[in-house]
């Protein structure tokens, strides 16, 4: 067994597993940036631009009462890209899941400020809601998230 990074043979005793595979202890030790995950600094602006950019559409969406499948797709994919460009186009899973996290939170803001005509009560919203009417457009959100990186 080599690692997967350096060519290092490796007997078991000095084997470790990686974000991206077997690695030796050396290369494990490596800083972020080296090892091929996200900087704390990209994971910061990544968020703070996939929040705007939710935020912002899903209080438009919400505004327009368009609040379906298509537009949270279309929501979820502006938000990854926001994500994406923000993470300095780097696509570690880390950012990935906050970008779809944060997609869910603007399609939910879009489905209260559509149904409530603002933001309201919490307890009004969590018992109120239509949450058969909401997976579908919630689900295309994460979605098009996630299908930002991959392309």
């Known amino acids: 067994m080599t690692c997967g990074r350096c060519g290092r043979p490796l007997c078991p005793d000095c084997v470790g597993h990686g ?3 077997v690695r030796c202890e050396e290369c494990l030790q490596l800083p972020a940036r080296a090892r091929g995950l996200a900087t704390t600094d990209q994971i910061v602006h990544a968020s703070a631009a ?3 950019v ?3 559409g899903g209080a438009v969406l919400g505004w327009l009462n368009w609040v379906n499948p298509l537009t949270g797709l279309v929501l979820g994919f502006a938000v990854g890209s926001a994500a994406f460009f923000a993470g300095r ?3 570690d899973v880390a950012i990935q899941g906050i970008a779809g996290i944060i997609a869910l939170v603007g ?3 879009a489905a209260v400020i559509s149904l409530y005509g603002g933001v309201g009560s919490i307890a ?4 109120n809601m239509p949450y058969a ?3 579908l457009p919630a689900l295309a959100a994460i979605a098009g ?3 930002r990186f991959l392309l």
């Open 145 to 147: 998230a996630i299908i």
């Open 133 to 135: 009417s909401f997976i």
């Open 89 to 91: 186009r780097h696509r």
């Open 107 to 109: 399609l939910l803001l």
């Open 50 to 52: 996939a929040f705007a």
């Open 124 to 127: 009004q919203v969590v018992v």
């Open 19 to 21: 974000a991206t595979g």
């Open 54 to 56: 939710g935020a912002a």
